[in-house]
């Protein structure tokens, strides 16, 4: 019975490990997403200037 009460803390604690890596890897996204959007419109502000001074 201990070693089953063992592997059910350990799988709990793997289990916790996985929710947090998986919240960290949705920040991440969430992170490129928002840079991505930065560098387009970055690039789109870019050509409103030059296109202006020109």
Do not use: G, P, W, Y
Request: glycine content about 0%.
């Amino acid at each position: 019975m201990d070693t089953f009460l063992s592997a059910q803390r350990d799988l709990a604690a793997l289990e916790a490990d996985v929710a947090d890596i998986e919240r960290r890897l949705v920040a991440a996204q969430s992170i490129s997403s928002i840079n991505d959007t930065i560098k387009i419109k970055t690039a789109e502000l870019v050509a409103a200037v030059r296109a202006e001074t020109h």
